[in-house]
T-cell receptor
C-alpha cells in the first residue's frame, strides 16, 4: 500500500480480554517498529523487527505483550489479559532498513486506539 | 525510558508569529530528528540534524543543535493555522531505536 496501515483504528475491550493489533508496513520495508503513546505522553518504544526477527524486545512492558512478524511484512501486536493501564494509542512505523531509521526515513501509521474498560 | 524532553509542554501563538520549542536529551547521539503529529494521526518526519551540525533550515523550519548542552531547538517562523500540532524530538544512540520526548503541543490562533 501507499502508507503504513493499522487495524483496527479503534478497539474497546473489557479488562481481562486479549486483543490483537495489526500493522501492514509499506511494501519493501524491512524494518518495523511498535510504539505506545499514552494520553498526552510521548512515544514509548515497544519492539522493532528487522525482517521477521526482533533483535530488541526490551521495551515490551510485561509478558502479557508479544509481537510477531511473518513473511517480512505484516506484524501483529498481541496483548493478553488486558489491563486498564494498557489503554493507549499503539503506533506502528516502518522503514526501508534499520539504517534508514537514523536518517529520518521512518513512516508512521495512524495508530490503533485501545480502550480497556 | 524517554531520551528527549521538550519544553514547553504547550504553546499558544497568533498566526504569523514564530514558535520556538526546545528539546533536551541525556546521552550522546548520532542524529536528532523532529517530527510533527496532527491530532489523531501518526507522526511525520520534519527535519534531521546530524551531531556534527549546529544549524539547519528547511522552509519555515530552523533547527539548532548544541551537543555540549545536549539540547536542540525548533523554530517555526510565520506560523499558520495548519502548524497546529504536537512536535516531538527524537534521538538515536548506539542502537536502532528512536527515543521520543513527550512533545510540545502548539496551537496557532487565527
Amino acid at each position: 500500500g501507499a502508507g503504513v496501515s493499522q487495524s483496527p483504528s479503534n478497539k474497546v475491550t473489557e479488562k481481562g480480554k486479549d486483543v490483537e493489533l495489526r500493522c501492514d508496513p509499506i511494501s519493501g520495508h524491512t524494518a518495523l517498529y511498535w510504539y505506545r503513546q499514552s494520553l498526552g505522553q510521548g512515544l514509548e518504544f515497544l519492539i522493532y523487527f528487522q525482517g521477521n526477527s526482533a533483535p530488541d524486545k526490551s521495551g515490551l512492558p510485561s509478558d502479557r505483550f508479544s509481537a510477531e512478524r511473518t513473511g517480512g511484512s505484516v506484524s501483529t501486536l498481541t496483548i493478553q489479559r488486558t489491563q486498564q493501564e494498557d489503554s493507549a494509542v499503539y503506533l506502528c512505523a516502518s522503514s526501508l532498513s534499520l539504517f534508514a531509521v537514523r536518517t529520518g526515513e521512518l513512516f508512521f501509521g495512524e495508530g490503533s486506539r485501545l480502550t480497556v474498560l | 525510558s524517554q531520551q528527549g524532553e521538550e519544553d514547553p509542554q504547550a504553546l499558544s501563538i497568533q498566526e504569523g508569529e514564530n514558535a520556538t520549542m526546545n528539546c533536551s536529551y541525556k546521552t550522546s547521539i548520532n542524529n536528532l530528528q523532529w517530527y510533527r503529529q496532527n491530532s489523531g494521526r501518526g507522526l511525520v518526519h520534519l527535519i534531521l540534524i546530524r551531531s556534527n551540525e549546529r544549524e539547519k533550515h528547511s522552509g519555515r523550519l530552523r533547527v539548532t543543535l548544541d551537543t555540549s548542552k545536549k539540547s536542540s531547538s525548533l523554530l517555526i517562523t510565520a506560523s499558520r493555522a495548519a502548524d497546529t500540532a504536537s512536535y516531538f524530538c527524537a534521538t538515536d544512540g548506539n542502537d536502532y531505536k528512536l527515543s521520543f520526548g513527550a512533545g510540545t503541543t502548539v496551537t496557532v490562533r487565527a
